[in-house]
């Protein structure tokens, strides 16, 4: 069966300094790899996802980057934080024969908190 | 990404009594209508989903009904329990972009 992680699961840090959130997928072959992050309150904002190897597109500019190493591992990073960076950031993945549509599967989440 | 609205944003229902949220889409041509409840400090779970080739769907407690005019889908909930509590997304056909989410909360 396919398994999703995702890690850390809490991030504390201070502004300015470095963000590495890593995301793996275990089960599954050549999925699409999405980013999210939920500020306070509930929506979802999509922040990048990926549909190959080096393959990032980026849904809104911001301080964040993604990359993707590997086939089933999708890194969202940051060279220096912002306050505004704070947030629940949830790594998703979908099969790549889903057609456009279909279930998205999500990782437990980071909880970032920037101060 | 296609939008949706989805209302109310908070709904509490006693414990026993059905709740009702709907998502408002806006491309005619979207086909797949998805719902995902979120728990506490979890990821969001796909809980059901619609094709635009039919009207309603069930599946135990949970149905989603889809009027394609009005462009419009509907999650409906019965004989709610205290773990129906959670947020609730609707989300656009690509599947990626999300409604705001409905808190639902179950009164004991």
Redesign the interface.
């Known amino acids: 069966s396919q398994t999703i992680h995702q890690w850390p699961a809490t991030l504390v840090q201070p502004v300015g300094s470095p963000l590495s959130l890593e995301c793996t997928v275990e089960g599954t072959s050549n999925p699409n790899l ?1 980013w999210y992050r939920q500020a306070a ?4 904002q ?1 922040l990048f ?1 990926s549909v190959g190897i080096g393959q990032i597109s980026s ?1 809104v500019p911001q301080n964040l980057s993604a990359s993707r190493p590997q086939d089933r591992q999708f890194i969202l990073s940051s060279k220096k934080l912002l306050l505004s960076d704070s947030g629940f950031y ?1 790594c ?1 993945w ?1 099969k790549r024969t ?1 057609g ?5 599967f ?4 980071s ?1 970032l908190t920037v101060l | ?1 296609e939008n949706v609205e989805q209302h109310p944003s908070t709904l509490s229902v006693q414990e026993g009594d059905s709740a009702v949220i709907k998502c408002t889409y806006s491309d005619s041509a979207s ?2 209508f ?1 719902w ?1 409840k ?1 728990e506490l ?6 809980i059901i ?1 619609i094709r635009s080739n039919v009207g309603e769907k069930k599946d135990q407690r949970i149905a989603v009904t889809l009027n394609k005019t009005a462009k419009h889908f509907s999650l409906h909930i019965t004989e709610t329990q205290p773990e129906d509590s959670a ?1 609730y ?1 609707c ?1 656009g ?6 409604g ?2 409905t ?1 639902l909360i179950i009164q004991p």
């Open positions: 999405y309150g509930r929506g979802l999509l996802y849904e949830l998703a979908r889903s456009g549509t279909g279930e998205l999500f990782g437990e989440g909880r | 990404g086909n797949y998805p995902y979120q400090g979890k990821g969001p779970q796909l989903d947020v997304f989300a056909a690509d599947g990626l972009t999300f705001k989410g808190h």
